[in-house]
């Protein structure tokens, strides 16, 4: 079965980084793209982007260009969400969900990633 | 940018209709998709391609899409089916993805 198992929850000061896992499992990791998604406390879904597994090239949705870099490990099937000069209005829930290529439907999700940025 | 707009929330009693809207101006050209979240969960996908329902979801979820409004429609509501629910879609270059604001579904 389609399983996307997520790093663990995150504190982080203003200023730093962070970097989130995703590991697929249950499919071909390069036959299916790789989205993120972010939840706020208490907000609705934001997409942020997406990556292609085959090339690594990603696509940022506005907003998201700049300190968030998506990147690959097709050796183990896992996808990364790094966020660098983490600010306050980053903590959140980040997700990563799978996605088809040639269409824009996601249809598994990871668990999520609980992300605080605190001082 | 792109925007879908769902209602904040509905309320329906169990066993009646509930009907939830997104509108937006690409959706008589692009697909609606729509997820389930409940309470510290992961969101479900419960109608793809504007009315296909995936493996799994039961019958009474269904889907429409007529003009720039789409509209996820749960017949005989279960209190199990409280939720969150959200729209999902692209603008008409497809390169714009976005989701709906959510529309809390409340079962009582």
């Known amino acids: 079965q389609v399983q996307l198992v997520q790093s663990g929850s995150e504190l982080k000061k203003p200023g730093a980084s962070v970097k989130i896992s995703c590991k697929a499992s249950?499919?071909?990791?390069?036959?299916?793209?790789m989205n993120w998604v972010r939840q706020a406390p208490g907000q609705g879904l934001e997409w942020m982007g997406w990556i292609n597994t085959g090339t690594g090239n990603p696509t940022y949705a506005q907003g998201f260009t700049g300190r968030f870099v998506f990147s690959l490990d097709s050796s183990v099937s896992t996808a990364y969400l790094q966020i660098s000069s983490l600010e306050a209005a980053d903590t959140a829930v980040y997700s990563c969900a799978r996605g088809v290529y040639g269409d824009y439907v996601i249809d598994y999700w990871g668990q999520g990633t609980p992300v605080t940025v605190s001082s | 940018s792109y925007e879908l707009t769902q209602p904040p929330s509905v309320s329906v009693s169990p066993g009646q209709t509930a009907r939830i809207t997104c509108s937006g101006d690409?959706?008589?050209?692009?697909?609606a998709y729509w997820y389930q979240q409940k309470s510290g969960q992961a969101p479900v996908l419960v109608i793809s391609?504007?009315?296909k329902r995936p493996s799994g979801i039961p019958e009474r979820f269904s889907g429409s899409s007529s003009g720039t409004m789409a509209t996820l429609t749960i017949s005989g509501a279960l209190v199990e089916d409280e939720a969150d629910y959200y729209c999902?879609?692209?603008?008409?270059?497809?390169?714009?993805?976005?989701f709906g604001g959510g529309t809390k579904l409340t079962v009582l």
């Open positions: 999902y879609s692209t603008d008409s270059s497809g390169n714009h993805r976005v």
């Open positions: 690409a959706l008589p050209k692009k697909y």
């Open positions: 249950g499919y071909t990791f390069t036959r299916y793209t």
């Open positions: 391609d504007d009315s």
